[in-house]
């Protein structure tokens, strides 16, 4: 079966880093193109960094994590990362992987784009 699943969340003081997993199984993750997105609660979920499936993919992040974070994939693992440094209390809520064909033409951030999800890995930012 497709599954996405997200790890690597947890609690962390304010300036602090994380880095998060997206383990894929059933699919081989580096023919689809990959989104990290959060939801905080009672917001919207939110697109966060994007990378594409070619070797020489490119990368984007939403302006609120430009320069903090950093997504990369491992194909031979078959997992997504997200490196989160310096983080902020803002960004505390739950974080998702996602999963779409290199052949969909969407903004990267519609949530509506995307095959799979994973479940979400909780980060909370607080002192």
């Known amino acids: 079966q497709v599954q996405l699943v997200e790890s690597g969340g947890g609690l962390v003081q304010p300036g602090g880093s994380l880095r998060l997993s997206c383990a894929a199984s059933?699919?081989?993750?580096?023919?689809?193109?990959i989104g990290w997105f959060r939801q905080a609660p009672g917001k919207e979920r939110e697109g966060v960094s994007y990378?594409?499936?070619?070797?020489?993919?490119?990368?984007a992040y939403a302006d609120s994590v430009k320069d903090r974070f950093t997504i990369s994939r491992d194909n031979a693992k078959n997992t997504v990362y997200l490196q989160m440094n310096s983080l902020k209390s803002e960004d505390t809520g739950v974080y998702y992987c996602?999963?779409?064909?290199?052949?969909?033409?969407?903004?990267?951030?519609?949530?509506?784009?995307?095959?799979?999800w994973g479940q979400g890995t909780q980060v909370t930012v607080s002192s």
């Open positions: 996602a999963a779409r064909t290199h052949l969909s033409g969407s903004h990267w951030a519609r949530k509506g784009s995307y095959d799979y």
């Open positions: 059933g699919f081989t993750l580096d023919t689809y193109n």
């Open positions: 990378i594409l499936s070619s070797e020489d993919g490119s990368t």
